[in-house]
């Protein structure tokens, strides 16, 4: 019997299901896998970990109290994004990540309505 290995895309879309992201859906970005909400991707898998939406004001703090989850390279210095780590974070601190990354791609109406189902 062998066991099944958690891909790092089925972890996200595990957290993002146990949250209860409303409108999600499976696709693709740039040829990798990607969460959606409504048609606009709000995380998508990289080589180095995930790349997040994140609002600008709010990436460098994160950055800098948790190196060990968050950082950047130069190709997204300046955008609403930024990487992490999949091997070091834990899944709280990762759902926290996906909510906020989801509540700044969802339509106005479905993100003032949404209300966390699940904390891991």
Known sequence: MTGHQETDFERVMRLATAAGLPGIAPGTSYGTPALQVRGK???????AGILVQCALEEKAML???ATEFYFETDHYKGWPAM???LDVIGDRDLTERLIAAWRQKAPKRLAAGFVASATP
């Not at 991707?41 to 080589?47: A, G, H, L, N, S």
């Open 41 to 47: 991707m709000f995380v998508r898998i990289k080589e």
């Open 63 to 65: 950055i800098e109290l």
């Open 83 to 85: 990487l992490v780590r």
